[in-house]
């Protein structure tokens, strides 16, 4: 055996790190954080936690459900969700915004948080959750996934689709 040279320690270049940390956010809870100038069409993190059916999912929050929005639910396909209430990482504390400047994208199975345009240090990262109504959704179901994101055309609401007027 022959002693070689050890290899140089890794870079912990900026580059390396991720350009986001979690602290307070005004729209809700937690929030995430530009640390770094993040260039429009990148993707900055992939939302990750466990992979569960649809069924399973529903069965872990049945419960909640009805009075609490802030599971970490992310619907991947007919057969998938993620559910980052397990093994999640940051991306899970991505708030919502009706003038995101995220999107998230789903590709070959997996959710990436991508920016949508140029984003400075210390700008909040949001996308646009686009929770679907569902026939079962209690009557005050908009105020439950309210949104307060401050976007001059907030639409008070995280659910896609009109408003419900009057509850059944
Ligand atoms: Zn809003």
């Known amino acids: 055996m022959s002693t070689t040279r050890k290899s140089p320690p890794r870079s912990r270049s900026k580059a390396t790190e991720p350009p986001f ?11 995430v954080f530009a640390t770094q100038p993040i260039r429009g069409g990148r993707r900055i993190v992939e939302y990750i936690g466990e992979r569960v059916s649809h069924p ?4 872990r929050y049945e419960d909640k459900a009805a009075d609490d929005a802030h599971t970490f639910l992310f619907i991947v396909d007919a057969k998938t969700v ?4 397990v093994g999640g990482n940051a991306a ?20 990436w948080i991508k920016s949508l345009r140029n984003i400075e240090p210390g700008e909040e990262l949001h996308y646009n959750y686009r929770i679907g109504r569902c026939k079962d959704d209690p009557p005050d179901a908009d105020e439950i996934y309210g949104c307060r994101c401050g976007a001059p055309r ?13 509850p059944r």
């Open 21 to 31: 940390r979690v602290r307070r956010s005004k729209i809700h809870g937690r929030g």
């Open 56 to 59: 399973e999912a529903d069965r």
């Open 82 to 85: 993620v559910d980052a209430g």
């Open 92 to 111: 899970r504390y991505i708030n919502h915004s009706c003038a995101p400047n995220c999107e998230a994208v789903i590709t070959g199975g997996r959710i």
């Open 154 to 166: 907030c639409r008070g609401t995280m659910l896609v689709g009109r408003r419900r007027r009057q």
